[in-house]
């Protein structure tokens, strides 16, 4: 998963380059409930956020990332922690640990990627709305993460059977 989380990152660089180079002066930054835009910035402003916002998070996914095959295990809370806590077990348990978090980390970053794109494209609009194509990323974001998240709490931590 961690290539997951690699592509995501670029595709979300190659949309702040797109968005410096196709957003017109005033940008949608933020959308109400119903996804209609209800905050606008200037250009530099916004492509420089979102390149900070992008930066930070990638920052802190990588250096989490990189140092999972490193860290305690201690505090870390997984299903049958008494079984992948034994030396044998460990290196695993690291493992999925980090294609676990490689994997929500790609869909934060899948999404942000999507909403980014739809602002470039609704931009100009009168009235910008995220539109259908906004709600179903969400829901799809939710289904994915949710889904994961599920799939680790009941089965992908549980211990091989003899």
Not at 96 to 108: E, F, K, P, S
Not at 131 to 139: E, F, R
Request: include cysteine; hydrophobic fraction near 50%.
């Amino acid at each position: 998963m961690i290539w997951f989380f690699r592509l995501s990152v670029l595709a979300y660089f190659a949309s702040v380059a797109l968005a410096a180079v196709r957003y017109p002066d005033e940008v949608p930054v933020h959308f109400d409930v119903n996804g209609n835009a209800d905050a606008f910035q200037g250009r530099g402003i916004a492509v420089l956020s979102m390149a900070v916002i992008g930066l930070v998070l990638t920052g802190l996914l990588g250096l989490c990332l990189h140092h999972f095959p490193r860290a305690s295990l201690k505090h870390i809370n997984v299903p049958h922690k008494s079984f992948w806590l034994q030396p044998q077990n460990t290196d695993t348990l690291r493992r999925m640990l980090r294609n676990d978090l490689a994997w929500i980390g790609g869909c934060v970053m899948t999404l942000m990627t999507v909403m980014l794109l739809i602002t470039v494209k609704v931009a100009d609009d009168p009235q910008p709305s995220l539109g259908t194509v906004g709600v179903i990323a969400l829901v799809v974001f939710l289904v994915a993460v949710g889904g994961h998240i599920i799939l680790m709490y009941t089965r992908r931590y549980r211990p091989p059977r003899p």
